[in-house]
């Protein structure tokens, strides 16, 4: 079976500084691994997925993560964070020849002016 | 818009009751998915179709809990004798089948509250 732990379950950043958010993975096989943003009172949106081939992954917003097998890790990055970048994020995990996502518990992301 | 839709969006009903939720999905997506969301928690896979089959369940989903897709497009999930911890969001998901890696788009979810 597989698993996802997000470190944090809150992140604080100034507008403009770094964010990193943690994501680890368990699985007994080649995982497929996405990010998700959630505003408040709406659905799940896509920001990025690795499946197959290059190990760093660039989506929406200006985000990329990049899949470390080593370290099973997916750790979500942007250069500088926005106001508009203020929501829930979720790492989730799905298997080759599987649909179904599993997901972690999420981290919220604060910025501050 | 040619998303996800949902419906109700918010649902109040007393323990014990039935409620009925509604997904359309985006229209040439043959998978369709249902989710539970509680608070502080990311979404839990209940089940989901391929075209009108259900191919898959939870052991989340007791058989209180009945979802069908009958021609393959909008989808209800049903909940008997409604108890207080099914309060949770409820999301719905659709995507295109592929080889790997199908990508999943989710409505703005039902919000469902067993008083």
């Known amino acids: 079976a597989q698993s996802v732990t997000q470190l944090g379950s809150h992140v604080s950043v100034s507008e403009g500084a770094l964010v990193l958010l943690r994501c680890n993975y368990s699985?007994?096989?080649?995982?497929?691994l996405f990010w998700y943003v959630q505003y408040p009172n709406q659905g799940l949106q896509l920001l990025l997925k690795?499946?197959?081939?290059?190990?760093l992954v660039k989506g929406i917003n200006g985000f990329e993560a990049e899949f470390k097998k080593s370290e099973t890790s997916f750790h979500l990055t942007k250069p500088s964070a926005h106001m508009s970048d203020a929501a829930e994020y979720f790492c989730a995990v799905s298997l080759s020849g599987y649909s179904t996502l599993t997901f972690g518990k999420g981290t919220m992301l604060l910025v501050s002016p | 818009d040619t998303g996800v839709s949902q419906d109700p969006r918010h649902k109040i009903t007393k323990r014990g009751q039935n409620v009925t939720f509604r997904c359309d999905p985006i229209?040439?997506?043959?998978?369709l998915y249902w989710y539970r969301q509680t608070l502080g928690q990311g979404p839990e896979f209940l089940t989901y179709?391929?075209?009108?089959?259900?191919?898959?369940k939870s052991r989340l989903l007791s058989d209180r809990f009945s979802a069908e897709r009958p021609k393959g497009s909008f989808s209800t999930l049903e909940i008997q004798r409604t108890e207080q911890g099914d309060s949770a969001m409820y999301l719905c998901?659709?995507?295109?089948?592929?080889?790997?890696?199908?990508?999943?788009?989710f409505g703005p979810g039902t919000r469902l509250t067993v008083t």
């Open positions: 229209s040439e997506h043959n998978r």
């Open positions: 690795y499946t197959t081939g290059a190990t």
């Open positions: 699985s007994s096989v080649p995982p497929y």
């Open positions: 998901a659709s995507s295109l089948a592929r080889t790997s890696g199908d990508e999943q788009y």
């Open positions: 179709f391929q075209n009108e089959a259900q191919l898959e």
